[in-house]
């Protein structure tokens, strides 16, 4: 059992920064890849970023590509989302997630967060 809380969201202007966090609980936390997602108002969530478990590989959506970091340490069970550059279309409830295996597609996550709301103004 992993349990997730993210924190860090917040109101930004354009171009601005944020970084999120996701602490998880559990004893297992090194054995899974992480990923963050994001859902906007109407919208499907969608991909943004995943790490592998040891934290050697990260995966990237295109529409953040350069602006978008994502980070793990796995001794204090956390991962991070530095994002750079924000802009509006960037707004939505950012969730963060554990998954055994596939990083990209959120069924194969076995356990969320409750999200955290980013906001970027322009």
């Known amino acids: 059992q992993v349990q997730l809380a993210e924190s860090g969201g917040g109101l930004v202007q354009a171009g601005g920064s944020l970084r999120l966090s996701c602490a998880a609980s559990g004893r297992t936390f090194s054995t899974y890849h992480m990923g963050w997602f994001r859902q906007a108002p109407g919208k499907e969530r969608d991909f943004v970023a995943a790490?592998?478990?040891?934290?050697?590989?990260?995966y990237y959506a295109d529409f953040v590509k350069g602006r978008f970091t994502i980070a793990r340490n796995n001794a204090e069970n956390t991962v991070y989302l530095q994002m750079n550059s924000l802009k509006p279309e960037d707004t939505a409830v950012y969730y963060c997630?554990?998954?055994?295996?596939?990083?990209?597609?959120?069924?194969?996550?076995?356990?969320w967060g409750q999200g955290t709301q980013v906001t970027v103004s322009s």
């Open positions: 790490i592998s478990s040891s934290g050697r590989t990260t």
């Open positions: 997630g554990a998954s055994p295996q596939s990083v990209y597609l959120r069924q194969e996550y076995d356990y």
